[in-house]
């Protein structure tokens, strides 16, 4: 547990241009993650998501969209409706923060490259999931299983393909298994098993 608290006249240089209301959630949400042992720098990218997700000015209030796109050796969300950005050094931060700002906001999250293509992208449902599972690699060989109910980690592709067919058949969605640069390798569907 972290002894470390921010509070307005000491936090961050990062909450500074966030609006008065924004700030004030970020620094709880940051808050209470350093007080479950995350690392500051991570408290502070879901302090300030999670405050975002619930503001619908910060992103455009007429936005269609949230897309997510490589810059500057760290990754972007943003939307087609408004000037803001916001950056996040970890792929896995930015992905898991854009999916809670687009499920909030009953909008579709999109990875785009550079030039704008989309590289994988979630529909979400009134429910806030994502109608799949997305098996991606990760750094040191690790395995990311997203869906609708959560994220979870794999030291190795067999065993966490083993565990996401599992939650695709219990969920009753597809599994789509992603290559390293996030293109789709394959798409699966499979049955629940007979009662």
């Known amino acids: 547990m972290s002894t470390q608290t921010w509070t307005e006249a000491d936090c961050p240089p990062a909450f500074a241009s966030l609006p008065d209301p924004v700030r004030g959630h970020a620094l709880a949400y940051a808050n209470t993650e350093l ?3 995350r690392n500051p720098e991570r408290a502070l990218s879901f302090g300030i998501a999670r405050a975002l997700a619930t ?3 910060a992103l455009g209030a007429d936005a269609t ?3 997510i796109q490589p810059g500057n050796n760290a990754w972007v969300i943003f939307s087609d409706a408004g000037e803001e950005r916001y950056t ?3 792929y896995e931060d930015a992905l898991r923060r854009g999916g809670e700002i687009a499920r909030a906001r009953h909008l579709p999250l999109v990875v785009v ?7 994988e992208s979630w529909e979400f449902s009134e429910k806030g999931g994502d109608s799949a599972l997305h098996l991606q690699p990760g750094a040191d060989g690790r395995w990311f299983v997203r869906g609708p109910d959560g994220l979870s980690e794999s030291p190795t592709r067999k065993h966490a393909f083993e565990a996401a067919r599992e939650r695709a058949k219990a969920l009753d969605v597809d599994l789509i298994i992603h290559f390293r640069g996030g293109a ?3 798409r699966t569907h499979f049955a629940k098993d007979a009662a």
């Open 35 to 37: 007080e479950a042992g």
């Open 55 to 57: 503001d619908d000015d």
């Open 65 to 67: 969209g949230i897309f």
């Open 88 to 90: 996040f050094v970890d």
């Open 113 to 119: 490259n550079l030039e704008g293509g989309v590289i």
């Open 184 to 186: 789709v390798e394959r």
